[in-house]
């Protein structure tokens, strides 16, 4: 807990450096003309004031001895942590899979892999979900909404289907 | 008497068939995504946020409130038959509601719950109906200056009352602003924090993308990691015997709920606090004005209704300084915020004047709200009781595919759905870390207005930063801001002589004060 604490504090000091270094491509100092602050000076000051903070909570960490509860508990549940780290992975595929193979073939797969693979359940109720979640999401966003999901190469196959609800 | 005819008119609006049925959805849903361990109003309102497109603004807006309100009577739910808060506003309520439930008493818990959660709201949505008008006036007069106080007043109360770790909840507050000032610049048109060149930041980062993000896909992260066992679901019938039984029973708790519910209104309207800590209050309360103290947390049914109460007030209280001044009160409030901006609805005293219709469609649809609620909620306790086994998995599948398609729908940008993944991981190991995520998703939302209505107060005045001080409301303001933040100073000089380790950031610990006394 001490450590993972020590390392999103300097993760967010990083973070902070990063952000200023960005806002200060635009003024950070006072405006003399419009006597205001430039455009960069609300990011520039307010990450400043982020690091400081990070700053305080790293040095709180080497300053104190380690408090008794809480600080030696490990900071990732060790058996589920796999579970966590398996299901983001899934996640950025899915979402990188979507410009190529489209939201109907990424989506689907998602949710097979989700309910039958990592989830262990019957195929009753993977197949009822893989095939009603794209269902559910083409009456829903396409025919109501007329907002498009990404088809990647699987466009053509919905030409039909648009000339029905369009 | 003004109040009244308006409120008759909004009762025009609200009892339209197709707000009618939106309330009993929203309520329905709401009750749902409550009494999902892991899923609260916040989660419900997120996920569901794109999916109102396919309703008119307004009726999206009542939509969202109706999940707000559902969600806080379905939170105790899952309290009662799992013994695991619904939501983290109803933590309060396994206190009594579980033991209840152990006792095979969890019929009486749940319509115990259910009544004083119609009693919390009910009072509540009155105070609300008499405060919104006079507090819309009073905003009135605000400028920039005003406005500009009020926003870092709503931050600093994070600090001197937020009861998190003081030095996490500034970093949160900072990165909320900074990512807000994401696009470009409001005053000079520029260009700013563009990130790797990359053209989706130039439109900045939509409130939706990190709320779907912070509260969807890190939500369902942090309950896969908590998941590890299955809880056991406790069975719970309900016959018209126990209803009466139960009704008689609230009725002899009058008190008990009044004192939660205006307790509930007040500490909800704080950004801050809201409604976990206003039902920890209450039952603090409870207890100690109890004449038997020492039956609270053995199944004491005063205990189920204190909370319930608060909560449930909490949520119509955050309400107000949303809509009347434009400050959210909660979480789920800034993103109900979030959302009327994006309908090109912006809250404050103006839309009093300007879309009173509205305005009073939606205070009065919390009445008919609360009324559902409580049918729906007591109607479908077997149907909540079977939903309760529905594997977990089933619904993360769901509520995953809904977070990457809902993330793409407002603004079609795969872009979006990237940054909603990074900020899930994100806010994920935030939280687990004990970084506070309201203030974050509250600087985002209200990063905006506090810039902009900065700089125009300083090009106005010539770059006089006194000006902030001149005027009296923003120096009001402005005084009590530095009263917040200077708060948790003065308690880290008290405690010093204690035991206590300013090290240990235990949550919220002034409230839990009261609860354990």
């Not at chain 1, 942590?81 to 998602?110: D, Q, R």
């Not at chain 2, 152990?102 to 008499?130: C, D, R």
């Not at chain 2, 529905?390 to 940008?413: D, E, N, R, T, Y």
């Not at chain 2, 939302?445 to 810039?451: A, T």
Request: hydrophobic share 55%; proline share 7%.
């Amino acid at each position: 807990m001490l450590v993972a604490d020590r390392i999103i504090a300097l993760g967010i000091m990083a973070l902070s450096a990063y952000f200023m270094w960005h806002a200060a491509e635009l003024p950070i100092g006072w405006n003399a003309m419009t006597g205001g602050p430039g455009g960069g000076a609300f990011p520039f000051w307010l990450s400043a004031i982020m690091m400081l903070a990070a700053l305080s909570i790293l040095i709180r960490t080497f300053r104190y001895e380690p408090p008794e509860k809480g600080s030696d508990e490990p900071f990732f549940d060790s058996v589920m942590l796999p579970s966590v780290v398996k299901v983001t992975a899934a996640l950025i595929i899915t979402v990188a899979l979507i410009p190529y193979a489209g939201a109907y073939i990424a989506l689907p797969l998602f949710v097979f892999w989700y309910v039958k693979i990592y989830g262990k359940h019957g195929w009753a109720i993977t197949l009822s979900l893989t095939i009603g979640i794209p269902v559910f999401l083409f009456f829903f966003f396409e025919a109501t909404l007329k907002i498009l999901l990404p088809k990647g190469f699987t466009e053509p196959y919905f030409f039909p289907l648009y000339a029905m609800f369009f | 008497m003004d109040t009244l005819a308006l409120l008759a008119d909004g009762f025009a609006t609200s009892l339209l068939p197709l707000n009618l049925m939106i309330v009993i959805l929203g309520v329905t849903a709401g009750l749902f995504i409550g009494a999902m361990p892991g899923l609260g109003s916040v989660n419900g309102v997120a996920i569901v946020l794109p999916l109102t497109f396919i309703v008119p603004p307004s009726s999206a807006i009542i939509l969202l409130a109706a999940i707000y309100y559902g969600a806080m009577y379905g939170g105790a739910v899952s309290s009662v038959l799992l013994g695991i808060p619904g939501a983290s506003t109803a933590v309060a309520t396994t206190f009594d509601g579980r033991p209840m439930a152990q006792q095979g008493k969890a019929g009486l818990a749940l319509i115990a719950a259910a009544t004083a959660s119609f009693v919390g709201g009910t009072i509540s949505v009155v105070l609300f109906t008499m405060f919104a008008a006079p507090l819309a006036d009073v905003a009135l007069a605000f400028g920039p200056a005003e406005e500009f106080a009020l926003v870092l007043l709503a931050f600093t109360t994070f600090v001197g009352l937020g009861g998190d770790d003081v030095p996490k909840t500034i970093v949160m507050i900072c990165l909320g602003l900074v990512l807000s000032t994401v696009g470009l610049d409001l005053i000079s048109g520029q260009p700013r924090l563009i990130f790797g060149d990359l053209p989706g930041f130039y439109s900045g980062i939509s409130f939706l993308v990190l709320a779907i993000g912070a509260y969807g896909v890190g939500e369902i992260l942090y309950t896969i990691e908590k998941s590890r066992t299955s809880p056991t679901v406790t069975p719970a019938k309900i016959t018209f015997k126990e209803l009466g039984a139960g009704l008689r029973a609230m009725n002899r708790m009058w008190k008990t709920m009044s004192l939660g519910s205006f307790l509930g209104f007040f500490v909800g309207m704080l950004p801050a606090a809201g409604a976990t800590p206003a039902a920890l209050m209450a039952y603090g309360v409870a207890r100690q004005t109890s004449k038997q103290p020492e039956t609270f947390g053995t199944g004491n049914i005063e205990g189920v209704a204190a909370p319930e109460t608060a909560n449930n007030a909490a949520s119509t209280g955050s309400l107000l300084p949303m809509l009347t001044l434009g400050i959210p009160g909660s979480p789920t409030t800034a993103l109900l915020l979030g959302g009327m901006v994006m309908w090109g609805l912006v809250p404050g005293p103006m839309l009093f004047i300007e879309q009173p219709d509205f305005v009073w469609g939606l205070i009065s649809s919390l009445y008919t709200a609360n009324f559902a609620a409580v049918v729906i909620n007591i109607a479908l306790i077997p149907l909540f009781v079977w939903a309760l086994r529905m594997p977990f998995a089933v619904l993360c599948a769901i509520v995953m595919v809904l977070c990457i398609v809902g993330g793409f729908a407002p603004s079609q940008k795969l872009h979006d759905v990237w940054l909603i993944i990074a900020f899930g991981v994100g806010g994920y190991l935030l939280r687990k870390a004990d970084y506070p995520l309201a203030p974050l998703v509250l600087a985002l939302v209200l990063g905006p207005l506090m810039e902009k209505s900065f700089r125009q107060t300083l090009i106005a005045e010539q770059g006089n930063v006194l000006a902030f001080f001149e005027r009296p409301l923003s120096a009001t303001f402005l005084c009590l801001a530095i009263v917040f933040f200077i708060w948790p100073l003065v308690g880290l000089l008290f405690t010093r002589d204690h035991k206590d380790h300013p090290h240990v950031p235990s949550k919220r610990p002034k409230f839990a004060r009261t609860k354990k006394t």
